[in-house]
């Protein structure tokens, strides 16, 4: 039958004896949880009366469980100033809300709350500050408040850079300064304005990106290092430079006029390119033969000078024997020169050879006949050259020639 039947006897579905007395049953929860508050209450000064009340004593709480109980909490609350500080990160203890200490990353102790305090900042992830656009779930949307500038030719242009930068001090970017990001944020468009309005639109469109860049990330840094924010800019990145949209097509004419002009300037300056150095080396070549004939004729006046000076010492130690000798030369030259030939013979009078295949054929192309004549009048020549040799045998035997 079951054990809450009337007849069970009291026993309990364990199959033990009667509730309260049998020492095989389990314990009576009532009863241990009165033994276990009896014993706390001993500890800390709470027990049972003396008499047959049932209720506790009124004395006090023991010494022993308040000193443990008060040296436990003191453990507890200084274990809660252990912290991890993670890597990129930095930790900037306070005391009493004064600064106390920038840690680095690993396991650090500090007082606990409210004694001290721990803010973490995260000194390696970069921040974008935007200007003239802003970023939504992946897409941009267009500020025109913050991205029209002004030009120094008084044209409007329309601007969109990133400032990229992190936390370089701590402290300074906590407890120094009040909102450093939004003043920066502030400071950079500034900047831009600035850098754009001391340029014309043409530069800025063109090659100036780059400079203007450049030139705003390094007052941006100055301003940031003036407020002391505790910032440092990393990158300053142009993300686009445009004219505003009601005037783009006229401004996309303009530059793809200045495009051919550039291309037309290139292909010029490459025609010249292959033109100068030929016309250099041209006028090269002539300077040095004008300088190889000037070296020539000084040098042949030079040797006819001299060859001058000479004849005139010979000429004062024997005049008419170098008289002579000139007139020989001279008729030796001119001789030379004539198309026949004179033959010497020691046993008769000098014989005269005509090629007269040369001579037909000088007639037949200047169809003259008196020419022909000329060179048959034997006996003119043989009278004028009989004494030129005789004069040249005469030099001989003197030794001159």
């Avoid at 007395?21 to 009576?28: E, F, H, M």
């Avoid at 010979?314 to 001279?330: C, I, K, V």
């Avoid at 026949?340 to 003259?368: H, T, V």
């Amino acid at each position: 039958m079951a054990w809450n039947e009337p007849g069970g006897g009291g026993r309990d579905p364990w199959g033990g004896g009667p509730r309260g007395g049998g020492s095989g049953g389990p314990p009576d929860l009532d009863e241990v949880f009165r033994k276990l508050r009896d014993q706390l209450g001993g500890l800390f000064g709470g027990g049972r009366a003396s008499g047959d009340g049932e209720g506790p004593s009124p004395r006090g709480p023991g010494r022993v469980g308040i000193g443990l109980l008060a040296g436990a909490a003191f453990v507890v609350w200084g274990l809660s100033g252990i912290y991890i500080v993670d890597q990129g990160w930095r930790g900037v203890e306070l005391t009493f809300g004064r600064y106390a200490q920038t840690t680095t990353p690993g396991p650090h102790w500090h007082w606990p709350w409210p004694i001290g305090t721990v803010e973490r900042v995260n000194v390696e992830q970069r921040r974008i500050a935007e200007i003239g656009y802003e970023s939504l779930q992946g897409q941009s949307r267009p500020l025109p408040h913050e991205a029209l500038m002004i030009t120094r030719d008084e044209n409007i242009v329309d601007v969109r850079i990133a400032a990229q930068y992190q936390i370089d001090d701590p402290f300074l970017y906590l407890f120094n300064f009040r909102m450093p990001d939004g003043t920066l944020k502030q400071v950079t468009e500034s900047a831009i304005r600035e850098i754009v309005g001391k340029r014309d639109l043409h530069f800025v469109l063109t090659e100036g990106r780059t400079e203007v860049a450049r030139e705003t990330q390094r007052l941006l840094q100055d301003v940031m290092d003036t407020y002391r924010t505790g910032l440092r800019v990393v990158q300053v990145a142009v993300q686009d430079i445009q004219p505003p949209e009601e005037v783009q097509p006229a401004f996309e004419d303009a530059i793809r006029a200045r495009e051919d002009e550039q291309r037309k300037i290139n292909r010029a300056q490459a025609y010249a390119n292959e033109l100068l150095p030929r016309a250099e080396g041209q006028a090269a070549r002539i300077r040095e033969e004008a300088m190889g004939y000037r070296e020539q004729v000084v040098a042949r006046a030079e040797g006819d000078s001299a060859r001058f000076e000479a004849l005139v010492a010979e000429y004062r130690n024997a005049p008419e024997l170098l008289r002579q000798r000139l007139y020989l030369e001279t008729m030796e030259e001119i001789l030379g020169k004539a198309p026949k030939i004179m033959l010497d013979s020691e046993a008769s009078q000098s014989l005269m050879y005509l090629p007269l295949d040369r001579l037909m054929g000088e007639r037949g192309q200047s169809g003259a006949g008196p020419q022909l004549a000329d060179h048959l009048d034997l006996p003119a020549e043989r009278d004028a050259v009989t004494p030129t040799l005789r004069a040249r045998e005469a030099l001989r035997d003197r030794g001159m020639r």
